[in-house]
């Protein structure tokens, strides 16, 4: 066996355990008893897209997938700060809104 057909191998393999946990992880999206369990779900899709991308670029020798990974990776960690913010506030503005539309 060849280093070349080796790294095909592990790439397919890396590939199809990496589509298993999206599909775990999607479940747990929709099923997710609790907003920080459905939050912290989404920053794993992240996860996993960003080691589908890495895989995908290994496997196809196209190194922009790196710069796209990376980038997909601040976008999610931004993502999940806001999200995070939002749960912490306990949505504190929409309550605002909602006493200010009632005096109104």
Not at 65 to 94: E, H, N, P, Q, W
């Amino acid at each position: 066996m060849t280093g070349a057909a080796f790294l095909n191998m592990c790439a397919n393999f890396a590939l199809g355990a990496i589509t298993i946990s999206f599909l775990l992880v999607v479940v747990r999206v929709v099923k997710g008893p609790s907003l920080p369990d459905r939050i912290l779900a989404l920053d794993m899709l992240v996860a996993v897209a960003i080691g589908f991308i890495a895989v995908l670029g290994l496997r196809t020798g196209f190194t922009l997938y790196v710069d796209i990974a990376i980038a997909l990776g601040l976008v999610g960690f931004l993502a999940t700060v806001a999200f995070a913010r939002f749960v912490m506030s306990g949505g504190a503005d929409a309550k605002k809104e909602e006493a200010q539309e009632e005096q109104s």
